[in-house]
């Protein structure tokens, strides 16, 4: 047969096949924006080309911040939501923490409390207790839970699970000044009350005959800082002393503050007032500190050199420290998971330091922040190991769901009493009285 008479069979063909692909490139879209989806979500394309729209979830987050810290959270969530269009994050910022354990406590119970909440580490327990959280064990696994410091987690566990994400942490550490310490003939730091008591007895002699504004103190209490008085407890008790549970005074730390008040000695200087803190110890007028990690490292080089910083312990770190939790009554759990990944990611916490000099939960971040810093601006190995070693009985608090309103009461009358002659003593009467009161 001759080819030609293949040509109409051909030419039918082709027009069949230009009439098929008509048809199915109008029932398609071609215009979809190839967005990059770091959720790993893409739009769903129905058939007939109606684009089905994503469900965006409400995600609301409460805080309470510095500024500075506040507004890097918030560029990072910003740029959250830009890789996960789908969640819509709010954040509010609480700057006065006074009474907001309290009030996210209210909310909770009303069923209107955030989604996530960044809580000090001494709320947890409790609001767990009052089955208030969602425990976050599949935030917590794996490499993530092995790479946090032990000590730190302590706070963060009960029943056997974990109820929230570490945050921040400013451990307190004790110094001690070099030339004191010689000069009451020791040359490292008491380890026992009755050291202790005889290096106190010279150094309060000795101010007798110095001229007003030249006094000498045997310890710094500031009005805002109770944990200095868990500190000084706890190490001059050798861990002994259960204080950490604020359930009652016990009668050898009475006599102890009992004898301090006798001494008048006592310094009333905030740990966030670097310039008086660093006069007081440039002149060896302060034998001891107790004061925050990033407080202590803020103090002038030359200061710094001046003071021992005690390496042997580091008493109940979790404390002023924060943590992510999530409420019980949210429903955006894995969108809350999402965020409190991000927001606490390795890169975040390094920048977090290089930024604002914040210490990481990580350990193995600690060699790369040697990397990026001056030797001398990071904790020294012995901090690391320190917060890496074994757990303790007294790391912890016992669980208890009305732990924070004792706190909120010490402190008040911790604070109170910073205005009067005979401040041990009346911080003594107000506990007392209000424990009778119960």
């Known amino acids: 047969m001759s080819p030609r008479k293949y040509v109409p069979l051909f030419v039918g063909a082709l027009l069949l096949t230009a009439l098929l692909l008509l048809f199915f490139s109008r029932s398609m879209s071609w215009n979809w924006n190839r967005v990059n989806h770091s ?165 309060a002699s000795a101010s007798v005959s110095l001229e007003p504004g030249q006094e000498r103190f045997i310890v710094n209490f500031s009005p805002d800082e109770m944990e200095q008085l868990l500190i000084w407890s706890a ?77 042997k312990d580091i008493d109940y770190p979790w404390l002023g420290g924060t943590s992510f939790a999530i409420s019980s009554g949210s429903s955006a759990e894995s969108e809350a998971m999402l965020w409190i990944q991000e927001m606490t990611s390795p890169y975040n916490s390094l920048k977090d330091f290089e930024e604002g000099g914040k210490l990481p939960v990580r350990s193995s971040l600690y060699d790369q922040m040697r990397l990026i810093t001056k030797s001398g601006d990071t904790p020294p190995y012995w901090w690391l190991e320190a917060l890496s070693a074994k757990v303790t009985d007294r790391d912890s608090v016992t669980p208890d769901p009305d732990w924070p309103k004792r706190w909120r009461d010490w402190s008040g009358a911790w604070r109170a009493a910073a205005g009067d002659p005979s401040r041990l003593d009346a911080f003594v009467q107000a506990v007392t009285a209000a424990d009778s009161d119960e």
């Open 235 to 311: 190490r001059l008790s050798n861990g002994k002393e259960e204080l950490i549970n604020l359930q009652a005074l016990p009668d050898t730390l009475l006599d102890r503050l009992a004898w301090l008040q006798s001494k008048g000695n006592l310094a009333s200087v905030s740990s966030r007032r670097g310039a008086e803190l660093n006069e007081l110890i440039e002149k060896h007028r302060l034998l001891m500190l107790i004061m925050p990690w990033e407080e202590l490292n803020g103090l002038s080089q030359s200061a710094r050199s001046k003071l021992l910083v005690e390496q």
């Open 39 to 203: 959720d790993g979500v893409q739009p769903i394309e129905p058939a007939g080309g109606q684009r089905i729209t994503q469900l965006s979830t409400d995600l609301y987050v409460n805080v309470s911040l510095p500024t500075a810290d506040y507004d890097r959270l918030v560029e990072r969530t910003e740029r959250f939501m830009l890789d996960y269009p789908h969640i819509q994050v709010e954040i509010s910022n609480e700057r006065d923490s006074d009474g907001r354990y309290e009030h996210l406590l209210t909310m909770s119970k009303q069923g209107l409390a955030p989604d996530v909440m960044l809580l000090d580490n001494g709320g947890i327990i409790p609001l767990a207790v009052k089955g208030l959280l969602k425990p976050v064990d599949g935030l917590m696994a794996g490499e993530v839970l092995t790479d946090q410091l032990p000590r730190l987690l302590e706070t963060l566990k009960w029943n056997g699970y974990m109820w929230a994400v570490p945050y921040r942490i400013n451990p307190y550490v004790v110094a001690w000044d070099k030339e004191l310490l010689k000069e009451g003939g020791l040359s490292g730091p008491p380890d026992q009350w009755g050291a202790f008591q005889s290096l106190a007895e010279k150094i």
